[in-house]
């Protein structure tokens, strides 16, 4: 069956009998740090932002609203971000995507994660040498328009994984994983979406042992499903929510209030579930200081809701 020839309401079908199947037989959750998502903006809202999103980090969240990024100019959007946390953690990312006819948009991001000033320890307590970690993830997304209500995307991304123990020796691990995308139009005012995160998807680890040996073992990245939705009562302001469905439903929610050409406000809260009924809040900022989009600044703040430390992110974004 070619695509241009199916109907929206035959895609939702197939996108909700692929999420019906790919929630049956996940394994351990491998690649956790991609939970800590792309951009700044997406913070400031607790993670509500599937169907929200409409700038570079669109090849994370959603790559159907890649789409949805202004082709005004050259259409090319990009930014930059780092984020401190407690325990000598970094987070940082780079992104960009490109929508210059409207027709097909691609993204392309970066992902870091590591962990400074970890020692390695015998067994009474000496230290003998300085542990080396990193995590990198590598996303390419694309967005085609099915009609003016309706979108679809899918995102590809590779997982590097390395930690260097003195004595032992270099540990790595590789790994895809494979994402799908729909987003509809339901009014002129509201948008709602699902995607599939990791569809068969995997990491596979080779792991150095002090006898100079090779391990290797694999783990199944985690299939989850996103549902997401979003509002705007009036002009200028954004509500949304998003609902991860797993081994137990997560929602989001989150609000955006464009005030002036200067600034815009967010706020929201993250992973509400059954255990922990509030989640973590957030709020954050955008300022453009020559009063257009051409170059953005983006605060946001996270508390914390496990005892690992509040966040604090900023990033640069251009458009052109």
Not at 94 to 114: D, E, Q, V
Not at 216 to 237: D, F, K, M, Y
Request: aromatic share 8%; proline share 2%.
């Amino acid at each position: 069956m070619r695509l241009g020839l199916v109907r929206p309401h035959n895609l939702w079908t197939t996108f909700l009998l692929l999420a019906l199947f790919a929630s049956v037989g996940t394994a351990d959750f491998a690649g956790a740090f991609l939970q800590g998502g792309l951009g700044v903006r997406s913070a400031g809202m607790g993670g509500a932002f599937s169907a929200v999103v409409d700038d570079e980090s669109g090849s994370y969240w959603n790559a159907a609203r890649l789409t949805h990024t202004d082709t005004v100019g050259l259409g090319l959007h990009s930014s930059a971000s780092m984020r401190t946390m407690s325990l000598g953690r970094m987070y940082a990312s780079i992104a960009a995507s490109l929508n210059s006819r409207g027709k097909l948009a691609f993204g392309l991001a970066w992902i870091h994660a590591s962990v400074a000033d970890l020692k390695a320890r015998r067994e009474l307590g000496e230290l003998y040498g300085d542990i080396v970690n990193y995590e990198n993830a590598f996303l390419l997304g694309f967005g085609i328009p099915i009609n003016k209500q309706t979108s679809i995307g899918a995102g590809i991304k590779i997982l590097r994984s390395f930690i260097d123990i003195p004595e032992t020796g270099a540990s790595k691990s590789t790994g895809r994983g494979l994402d799908l995308y729909l987003n509809h139009t339901l009014t002129q005012n509201t948008e709602i979406s699902i995607g599939i995160k990791d569809l068969s998807s995997h990491i596979r680890w080779m792991v150095k042992s002090g006898s100079d040996k090779t391990k290797e073992s694999t783990n199944s990245l985690r299939t989850q499903i996103i549902l997401g939705a979003s509002h705007r009562p009036v002009a200028g302001l954004v509500i949304a929510a998003d609902c991860q469905v797993d081994d137990m439903p997560v929602v989001s929610l989150g609000a955006e209030w464009n005030i002036n050409p200067m600034l815009t406000v967010r706020s929201g809260m993250g992973q509400i579930d059954s255990d922990n009924k509030l989640g973590s809040v957030a709020f954050g900022f955008t300022l453009r200081p020559m009063r257009v989009d051409t170059v953005q600044l983006h605060y946001a703040y996270v508390s914390d809701n496990i005892g690992a430390g509040d966040r604090t992110m900023v990033s640069l974004g251009t458009r052109f």
